[in-house]
């Protein structure tokens, strides 16, 4: 029986394989694990649990003389608390379940995740926040995402396949973006935004994607949000509905763009969270709420939370 609600999960690792310079995917598998959408996130411990690493012990010690350090926690770095990642896609058979997760070397928690090996165990805790509403039939949808903002973007095109839609895809440069370039797959100059087959990963689901690097070591030379503006200035078969995640400045960006033009904009927000459950509160962001409302009544905005009220906002509704 699948659970019906958030729990604490024990997975392995299925595949856990560089996908460029510091971007890895991760496979989770589990024998059943809650339904997901996109745009929700899991927690995971960045470290082994089976490892006691606060044992009871004791040392001699010389009055005037520091003591000698020891245990893991203090000889070496150490990820106490959980790390937030979204799904980037879901896959139920059965043999059980399949999360996947690409995640960045940034520090001691994403470099253990690196060094994991197939059948290594890995405990998580999900399903986390809420998720993307999905456009109506035949309103087509533009994905933004940014670098370890492309993740959910993957997720949310797996639930789209078939339906209209494109990838807007931003990295600093070509070895930073965590995607399969088709060789292929037709690759437009440095100034088209014309979308193309040329990703595999949204290949996959009859989604064309435009891909952009700050540098123009392949696709669009530009920002991403760059990309953006110029496509929507361009003809459009019908009016888009926009998902975007991705760093904070990115995302301001294209709130202000869809704002602009009147169309909405689904934000999945990034935040550091301690918890993940709106236990520890430190995951605060502002947004917009009517002046005669609770809390903070006779103001216009009013703090949520990312991991509980998000990570997923009306871009319309955030004040950044």
Not at 154 to 179: E, H, K, M
Request: one cysteine or more; proline letters at 10%; glycine letters at 10%.
């Amino acid at each position: 029986m699948i659970p019906a609600c958030r729990d604490q999960f024990v997975s392995s690792v299925v595949v856990n394989a560089p996908l460029c310079r510091e971007h890895y995917k991760l496979v989770l598998r589990l024998d059943e694990f809650p339904a997901t959408d996109p745009g929700q996130f899991i927690q995971i411990s960045c470290r082994d649990l089976g490892i006691n690493y606060q044992p009871e012990h004791e040392w001699d010690w010389v009055e005037g003389q520091s003591p000698a350090l020891q245990g893991n926690e203090l000889l070496a770095p150490l990820a106490t608390l959980r790390r937030p990642f979204s799904l980037a896609g879901r896959r139920d058979g059965p043999d059980g379940v399949e999360l996947d997760i690409i995640h960045r070397v940034v520090g001691v928690g994403t470099d253990w995740l690196s060094r994991l090996s197939p059948g290594d165990a890995v405990h998580i805790l999900g399903p986390v926040g809420n998720r993307f509403t999905l456009p109506p039939e035949n309103t087509p949808a533009i994905l933004i995402g940014g670098g370890v903002g492309i993740p959910p973007m993957l997720y949310l095109a797996q639930r789209l396949a078939g339906r209209p839609a494109i990838a807007f895809c931003g990295a600093v440069s070509r070895d930073l973006l965590p995607l399969t370039i088709l060789s292929d797959a037709p690759m437009r100059g440095p100034d088209s935004v014309e979308p193309t087959a040329n990703i595999a990963q949204f290949a996959q689901y009859g989604i064309p994607s435009v891909i952009t690097t700050d540098d123009g070591s392949v696709g669009f030379r530009g920002f991403v949000t760059q990309a953006l503006e110029k496509f929507l200035d361009g003809p459009q078969s019908a009016p888009p509905l926009l998902y975007t995640c991705g760093p904070e400045p990115m995302m301001k960006r294209v709130a202000e763009i869809a704002a602009a033009r009147g169309r909405p904009c689904q934000i999945a927000v990034e935040r550091a969270m301690a918890c993940g459950m709106g236990t520890c509160q430190s995951c605060c962001i502002r947004v917009r709420k009517p002046v005669d409302a609770v809390p903070l009544k006779g103001r216009d905005w009013a703090y949520r939370l990312a991991c509980t009220d998000g990570p997923v906002f009306m871009g319309a509704d955030l004040l950044w």
